[in-house]
T-cell receptor, first 113, second 113 residues
Framework: DGGITQSPKYLFRKEGQNVTLSCEQN?????MYWYRQDPGQGLRLIYY???????QKGDIAEGYSVSREKKESFPLTVTSAQKNPTAFYLC????????????FGEGSRLTVL | GNSVTQMEGPVTLSEEAFLTINCTYT??????LFWYVQYPGEGLQLLLK?????DKGSNKGFEATYRKETTSFHLEKGSVQVSDSAVYFC????????????FGKGITLSVRP
């Protein structure tokens, strides 16, 4: 079945360490997105990419980095510069020409110890 | 900029009660409007959508009408079930090269038997 796969589902990291969250889609979608979810704050956009080898900062990009070397993959790195990285991270994709509608993965929960 | 405002939660209802979750928006142009649902520990799923004024989106007994005059997209269901317990997000999407979704903060619905 087509869909979006995020891994790992749960991740623990020590302060000062970088960590990379994986997002793979087989929907043949051009656009991909990373959101962060915190209790009571809804979803906030970190980075998004409309095409391969191109991406834009969202509302809260500081302390994060991404790459888009392949259409299917959009990994997110949470760097040690991110001051409060403990959160639930959601990856999504969208087909071209479909205004706004996103398909989401099941999320990755990152906890910094 | 674009924004979405949802009513404050959480909301607790008895089974078979009527549900209304308010959502208003601010946007330039002619956005599409969405309701997403998130079950515990999962990503978001599209519940329904409307792409132009006066459109009614519907799915699984839920309905919402795109009201341009009041800039609203309230979610309603005539008779809720325990299985409807989840977090509900209203969202606004724009078209164009940098299409992305703007989410409300979400509201938690609990339905008791």
């Amino acid at each position: 079945d087509g869909g979006i796969t995020q891994s790992p589902k749960y991740l623990f990291r020590k302060e000062g360490q970088n960590v990379t969250l994986s997002c793979e889609q087989n929907l043949n979608h051009d656009a991909m997105y990373w959101y962060r979810q915190d209790p009571g704050q809804g979803l906030r956009l970190i980075y998004y990419s409309q095409i391969v080898n191109d991406f834009q900062k969202g509302d809260i990009a500081e302390g994060y980095s991404v790459s888009r070397e392949k259409k299917e993959s959009f990994p997110l790195t949470v760097t040690s510069a991110q001051k409060n990285p403990t959160a639930f991270y959601l990856c999504a994709s969208r087909a071209s020409g479909v205004a706004g509608e996103l398909f989401f993965g099941e999320g990755s929960r990152l906890t910094v110890l | 900029g674009n924004s979405v405002t949802q009513m404050e939660g959480p909301v607790t209802l008895s089974e078979e009660a009527f549900l209304t979750i308010n959502c208003t928006y601010t946007a330039t142009g002619y956005p599409s409007l969405f309701w997403y649902v998130q079950y515990p520990g999962e990503g978001l799923q599209l519940l329904l959508k409307a792409t132009k004024a006066d459109d009614k989106g519907s799915n699984k007994g839920f309905e919402a009408t795109y009201r341009k005059e009041t800039t609203s997209f309230h979610l309603e269901k005539g008779s809720v079930q325990v299985s409807d317990s989840a977090v509900y997000f209203c969202a606004l999407g724009t078209t164009g090269a940098n299409s992305k979704l703007t989410f409300g903060k979400g509201i938690t619905l609990s339905v008791r038997p």
